[in-house]
């Protein structure tokens, strides 16, 4: 049996000695200087990544690179990434694990699957700062890991990083998007597959032993491998064996999977049948430590037998530091794999899995034996494994680690396990595999309904049914399912019922009930809280902000929610799209407030987890900021593309909230550019409900302030139809007003005001500009101004000249100080001050005003004309005329702008 000390062991080590025995050491006996010379620039980037398909040596040059650092006197620590790795919570925890053992060096740590709270990115940063001094942190085998998650984590840890910090990543494949973003923000050095490849120079001195081999010989081989260090160490090992295999070492013509095929087979099969044997038993698992060895072989002395096996050069590396873990290279273990079904009945196989998941269960690595439990075909065993560490994983939001273990389960073996079903339908609705989730959902509810089930199971599998409609934007089924389960629930706390909370509040913002929603979610948070939910807080901060902006506490919202984004990242170990949904507000909320570098942040960081698996409007939110940005600052090609993102995610998942947006962000983007024929097109194809009715429809924060009535009315405003824009504006204000939806109503405010300008009414544009500039000034509102381009700045210029001949009052007017915020934030500079001085005191030249004087300037700040006041007050035009020269007279003003503007500031108007 093993021994638990060596069991236990992490898969991460470092050690801050400077020895060369800190480094895994390499099998390959050549020093790639001239790799290790380029890795050596100054200053160093906080990012190596070194790319490279398999046999590249990608591992062999970071172990060189480690142990020139660590001879330096620099802080080592090495993360070898596997299939259990491949999600948020298991990076992290490695990335941690890492740097918390530079300070406590060689000691090692029992894992615990189900240990307190789980590691994040500030832990991970406050390590390295801890340890001090000069570090460098390998992520080997990222491939399995690079994923859009994953790819988040990343990109956050690299910019974390403390001054004297340095991540190196080795890996097959690094989505180019990814790399992109990396070396754009923080000068990712790449060291590719050409620079991997021997160079001819070193290829001679790779088989420098073989002194009677000639250099055309092998340069022979150098060409035929071009340079590939796997197949050079399997042509060495081959020739190892004596002058007669040379022949056939050289058969074949080019690198190819046959030629790979060969030299293991070659290798295999000039070992004794002891050592064979040995290789089959040890290439079932992925990984492997001495205690492994040992429970597998029967033998007493497993650090014997694997140090045999790296001695022999049979590609055996250390996944540690401190030799705790082995593993075999992925070609070569491909080769053990197959070779074994090959030799070995089905059954003795499925002994040797069912052996592995044995000695994983009973040391505390459930996850690994899971999935040897399955390859054993043991699958209630399986199911039991899971069931052990379902709840984590659901918490930890590690879906796709889900998915792919129910996947391998029969439908009635995960139909037998109330849990396993309802993680399943949660994974497929997040990761938006609904026809998988709806399939699911209707067997295990027969199911249920078969087995006389009660109403508190019921109300569980309602839960997990709830997240399936929230990713399918199927809200009013949503919110009456949420009543249903409410009431199935037996617990009246904690996460589930939470979740009943934060989808009835959704609902409730969607009709407008802002206050209603507003109390259902302050209930949901305390219960979040005490399951330690971060999914559910997420959830709940933004529907909570979305009923601030609906109802234009713009600046509220921010705070909000960049206080809530703090905690989750302080606290997210594996819920890194709870982070992504509340970036997706928070970043809508920074553009709104013109902070356009902080926004960029929040979307490069999150923009592609948010597309991965949160709900539509956050998807929508996220990636319509981000066009908005691009096309603003001229980047068209790139807006479109987001925008095209945004339909074909709509396509592809049936979603059909994203299709709507997406058709009216083109438009709003062609009108902006004058392609008028274009904006009719991409408005022609919207639903008529959206443009007819939109008032009675359920309004969210991505539609609510542009689709796609105010996206029609802006297009007929550039076509010169300003009547027509004018009266469906007025009438949308009157809705928006009666449903309290300030931020919509100050955006139809803006477009009002600008449309009447271009009829020619500038008195009346001023009205409805000063009516947005209150909304505006209020709760800091700048981009939905500005985004109007030189339509709106010309009035606002216009408006501030205007305001400018006012008399000063005592204190500022905020619609004026907001008014003069916009002017500076679009460039604009000198603009006038609140006013000029009054020789009397300007509350009482408002107060010498007549009541019929008073009750004119209300009727005026209306918007009605000389011929509608005299209609109003039973007078001659003549008459109406000789109020407003009085009235313009005793308050010392000019024009109706003005006059409007002090009756605003006196409360005569509301």
Known sequence: MARASEARRPAVQADAQPAESTVPA???????????????????????????????????????????????????????????????????????????SLLRPRVTRARDENGSRPSTIQDFVRALRHAGGPVVIVVDNFEVAASVEIGGVLAQAVRALPDGAQLCVGTRALPGSMLTRLQIDDGTLMISDGDLCFRAAETM???????????????EIHDRTNGWPAALQGFRLCLRRGGRYRATAFAGKGMTPELIDFLAAEMFGALEPAMQELLLQLGVPDKLSAGLVEHLTGTADGTARLA??????????????????????????????????TLMAPDELRRRHRSVAQWYAEHGYREDAIQHALHAGDLEQAAALMLAVIDRLVAQERLGLIERYVEQLPTETLLRHEALVNAAIIAYGFRRAFDKADALIDL??????????????????????????????????????????????????????????????MLMVGRAEYEDARGLLLQARPLHDEDGSLFGQAYQEAIYSMSLSAQGRIDDAVRGLATALKRTEEQAYGSISAGAVIAAYQASGCYEQNRIADAEMLIRDYAQLAEQQTIVDAVATMLLTSARIA???GRRAEAEETVERVLYLGYKYALTRLIIYARAELARQATFDGELEHAAKWLSELPPEWTDTPGEMLMFHAGEAEACTITYARYLIHAGRHAHAARLLVSEIRRARLRHRRRRELKLHILLAIAQQEAGDANLAGRSMLDALEIGAAGGFVRSFLDERQMLLGLLKSLRASLAQ???????????????????????????????????????LIASLSEKERRLLRFLANGLSNKDLSDRLSVSTNTVKWHLRNIFEKLQIKNRVQAIALARRFGLID
């Open 26 to 100: 390499a099998n390959a006996q050549i020093h790639r200087r001239r790799l290790l010379d380029q890795l050596a620039v100054s200053p160093r980037p906080r990012l190596i990544a070194v790319q490279g398909p398999a046999g590249y040596g990608k591992t062999v040059l970071l172990r060189q690179y480690c142990e020139r650092r660590a001879a330096a006197g620099d802080k080592v620590a090495w993360v070898r990434m596997d299939a259990h790795s491949a999600d948020p919570a298991e990076f992290l925890r490695l990335l941690c694990e890492a740097a918390v």
């Open 205 to 219: 001195e790779f088989f420098s032993e073989f002194r009677d081999l000639r250099p055309e010989d092998i340069a």
């Open 308 to 341: 045999e096996v790296e001695r022999a050069g049979l590609f055996l590396s250390r996944t540690d530091l401190d030799g705790t873990w082995f593993r075999f290279h992925n070609l070569f273990r491909q080769f053990l794999v197959a070779r074994a079904a």
């Open 444 to 505: 295990h509810r027969r199911q249920l309904d078969r087995d006389g089930a009660g109403a508190a199971a019921i109300g569980v599998h309602n839960v997990s049914r709830l997240f399936v409609l929230a990713a399918q934007d199927r809200i009013e089924e949503l919110g009456e399912t949420a009543v249903e389960c409410a009431a199935q629930l037996a617990e009246r706390r904690g996460f589930k019922y939470a979740v009943t909370f934060n989808s009835r509040a």
């Open 631 to 633: 096309h603003g600052q």
């Open 806 to 844: 006012l008399p000063r009052v005592a204190g500022p007017d905020p619609a004026v100080l907001h008014l003069d915020r916009l002017l500076r934030e679009a460039g604009e500079t000198g603009t006038a001050g609140e006013g000029q001085p009054a020789d009397p005191d300007l509350a009482e």
